[in-house]
């Protein structure tokens, strides 16, 4: 099976703008986490969507957001960016989230300038 | 607060040496508790996860040993190799809305020399 998968792998964008990041979970994980890992604050948990639904959220902004698709795809997008918003975001999928295994993307780096 | 404490943040060894990391917790809820092993470029990796209910899980040369009563949780690497050159981090996940939720330790990059 193909593994998680993240588009685009490297953004730059400058600050007040908006992204959106893509995540497709490995075939049949219904659950997709998205996580924000930087140097400053280590890997931090932002949300989980199971089944098109947003099932948990972790402490972060409401710039920050995120949908599923009915195929498990997911996407996140962050409004009006900020220079601390630079970091390798990383996506996980899981086929039970109820056993804790999860599996990560290579994330995608975004540069804010 | 960090609710999960990782140490060292740093550690070099020898080929065929033991690699040990160790992670405290302070919340009770939390009920599984994965390593993951993160290579530059990549994404993290499960390496071996365990549960409270045993005291330690061994898989290959990676051993998780873990305290309950310590709220304290370590990994051991074997005979380690320049292949283990890596970040580790640990987790702490607690069971919320049907999924566990990791809070994670800050990392520790070791380096395995030749």
């Known amino acids: 099976k193909a593994g998680v998968t993240q588009t685009p792998r490297y953004l730059i964008k400058t600050r007040g703008q908006q992204v959106t990041l893509s995540c497709s979970p490995i075939s049949g994980h219904r659950s997709v986490s998205w996580y924000q890992q930087t140097p400053g604050q280590g890997l931090q948990f932002l949300f989980e969507?199971?089944?098109?639904?947003?099932?948990n959220k972790g402490n972060f902004p409401g710039r920050f957001s995120g949908r599923q698709f009915s195929n498990s795809r997911s996407e996140m997008n962050v409004s009006t960016l900020e220079l601390g918003d630079s970091a390798l975001y990383l996506c996980?999928?899981?086929?039970?989230?109820?056993?804790?295994?999860?599996?990560f993307g290579p994330g995608t780096r975004l540069l804010v300038l | 607060q960090q609710q999960v404490k990782q140490s060292p943040q740093s550690l070099i060894v020898q080929k065929g040496g033991i690699s040990i990391i160790n992670c405290a917790y302070e919340?009770?809820?939390?009920?599984?508790f994965p390593w993951y092993q993160q290579f530059p470029g990549k994404g993290p990796a499960l390496l071996i996860a365990?549960?409270?209910?045993?005291s330690e899980k061994k898989e290959g040369r990676f051993t998780i040993s873990f305290n309950k009563s310590a709220k304290q949780f370590s990994l051991h690497i074997m005979d380690s190799q320049p292949g283990d050159s890596a970040t580790y981090f640990c987790?702490?996940?607690?069971?919320?809305?049907?999924?566990?939720?990791?809070?994670f330790g800050r990392g520790t990059s070791l380096i395995v020399h030749p």
């Open positions: 996980a999928s899981s086929a039970d989230p109820g056993t804790g295994t999860q599996y």
């Open positions: 919340n009770t809820a939390f009920d599984y």
């Open positions: 987790a702490a996940s607690k069971r919320q809305g049907g999924s566990y939720i990791p809070t």
């Open positions: 365990i549960r409270p209910d045993v």
């Open positions: 969507y199971f089944s098109e639904t947003q099932r």
